[in-house]
């Protein structure tokens, strides 16, 4: 076994408790899982978040979704115990009968998905539930204001097969304090809302949001006016006799992209990474001062070396930004709680490490690639990219739960402000 990674249960749970807390009180969270559950294993997180409270899991597709529903059967939870599995990404034609057969619940936006999953409902006698996901600006994914906008309801309407449960939209700059670009897809959304009202549709679900929304306590106000961050959400769901319904996906495995700096994180001091990424020294080796390291001899030893390799490269999701060369420093992994340099470049499947400085360092020990010490905001930082990226690319040849939860997290209390204009 090249690699492993190790799922730590009491932080899964922590972290959504941790979620909910700062949400407010009554707001569900649907847990997202999507991506493998960033890295995680959606099939080790599905029945964690589960047994927690998780009313609704994010999926990315229907083969995810169906994976998910039967890790959840596997752990011994009846279907009528189990939380809803909304397929987020839409589905495809060829993912229609899969997703009656196994209860998911697709996003749609598109007629032909739309009369694809009506055709597949047909055959059973309940109604199939659909969210539509309305494009507020974000121009991704969606049914954006248009002319389009009225017909692909009327196909949606004439689909009896069919039952609209749910009403989304997605924000680009949540982490952004008082963005011009939120407030406007907030006022977009109330819009194709009303839209959605006129044509007789009753959502019982209204959600919107991310890790990055809940977080922001000044999401939708002038840095100098801090609100309650999802106080819009419930006024929006109000108004039109919905639930409100937040969705949190990278604070859940410990993680939260830094907010601007006018607002301090009110999730990160509250999260643990779940996620710990582990190795075994494969060999060890002495080097003399003046040796070139790895491809190119970018990097040369400046003094008698003792280097570990590892069985783990770019191949496995080690990124080759880590790669050190003798101008440049790179990543870092843990030997005995101490830092071991990478030292020239991260390869394929292999990689060196400075253990010069480790003396007890020895063939089988563990090296921690991720985890505490090294996170996958410090991968980010050297490798110019974000943290899901980072937990999205690893590719552990196994991942396995560790310590079950043991006792309950304690939270200071959240402070609450006036409902805002919109």
Partial sequence: MNSWAEISEQHLTANYRAVLHIAGPDLPVLAVIKANAYGHSAELCAPLLARAGAPWLGVTDAEEGVRVRNSLTTAGMPLTCQPEVLVMCGPAPEDADAIVHHHLTPVVWDPAQMEELNRAASATPAQLSVHLEVDTGMS???????????????????????????????????????????????????????????????????????????????????????????????????????????????????????????????????????????????????????????????????????????????????????????????????????????????????????????????????VTLLGPGITAADHAQIAGTIPYEILCGIRPTVRRLVAPLTSEPTFAPVTTAPVPSI
């Fill in 140 to 366: 991704r994914q969606g049914l954006a204001a248009g002319s389009a906008f009225n017909r692909t309801l009327e196909v949606l309407g004439k689909c009896r097969h069919l039952q609209l449960t749910g009403v989304l939209t997605h924000l680009a700059s949540a982490e952004v304090s008082g963005a011009a670009q939120t407030r406007e897809q907030l006022a977009e959304f109330s819009h194709l809302l009303t839209a959605v009202a006129r044509h007789r549709f009753r959502p019982r679900w209204l959600h919107v949001g991310n890790t990055s929304a809940i977080d922001n306590a000044k999401l939708t106000s002038e840095p100098s006016d801090p609100v309650t961050p999802m106080a819009w959400l419930r006024e929006f769901a109000d108004r039109f006799g919905a639930r409100p319904m937040l969705r949190s996906g990278l604070a859940l495995y410990g993680h939260a992209l830094p907010l601007d700096s006018l607002t301090d994180s009110r999730l990160h001091p509250h999260l643990h990474p779940v996620l710990t990424w582990k190795t075994r020294i494969r060999s060890l080796t002495d080097v003399p001062a003046g040796a070139a390291i790895g491809y190119n001899a970018t990097f040369r030893a400046a003094r008698p070396m003792r280097l570990a390799l590892i069985p783990v490269g770019y191949a496995d999701g080690l990124r080759r930004e880590l790669s050190a060369t003798n101008t440049r420093p790179g990543g870092w992994t843990l030997v005995h709680g101490q830092r071991a340099p990478i030292v020239g470049r991260v390869s394929m499947n292999l990689t060196t490490i400075d253990v010069t400085c480790i003396p007890e360092a020895r063939i089988g020990e563990e």
